[in-house]
């Protein structure tokens, strides 16, 4: 199955961001990032979890390098592979302008949640004292 890269990074910031997206459209590529959030590591070191060849590992590193998700550096025969932050910081800024409207609706599920358990513990109390009268009344009866 061919790998889908974005195109060469472009020039505007939507774009690069675009392309940030569909570098990370991948599960692969999530995957690497998130082993790189651990510290660097080589392409076999890179490659060692998944199931895939390393040519298909090395052409979704440079997909991730392509964006600027990624960087490589050389020491000595290695090429260890290290996270940028400076992409995901521009995900996360994007992310940011719709916080107000998840904080929205967790305000919403919190004061639905606070109304039900409140409704609910009305509810047991209600039964509990029905419970006690019946008792009651029930031990009274069994006393006559």
């Known amino acids: 199955m061919p790998i889908a890269t974005p195109t060469t ?35 076999n070191e890179l490659a060692e979890p998944f199931d895939v060849s390393l040519p298909a590992i090395s052409k979704h590193i440079k997909v ?6 990624i960087t490589q550096t050389r020491k000595a025969q290695y090429r260890p592979c290290r ?6 910081q521009a995900v996360a800024g994007w992310a940011e302008q719709y916080r107000h409207i998840w904080e929205t609706s ?28 019946e008792e009651t009344t ?3 009866a069994i006393n006559e």
């Open 64 to 69: 991730l390098e392509e964006v600027g998700l």
């Open 106 to 133: 967790f305000d919403r599920m919190d004061a639905y949640l606070d109304r039900i358990q409140h409704d609910d513990s009305r509810t047991d109390n209600q039964t509990d004292n029905q419970t006690d009268k």
């Open 83 to 88: 996270i940028d932050p400076g992409p995901l």
């Open 9 to 43: 990074p472009r020039s505007t910031p939507d774009d690069q961001l675009s392309d940030i997206f569909a570098a990370l459209a991948n599960s692969t590529r999530r995957a690497i990032l998130a082993r790189l959030a651990d510290g660097e590591a080589t392409v």
């Open 138 to 140: 029930n031990h009274g």
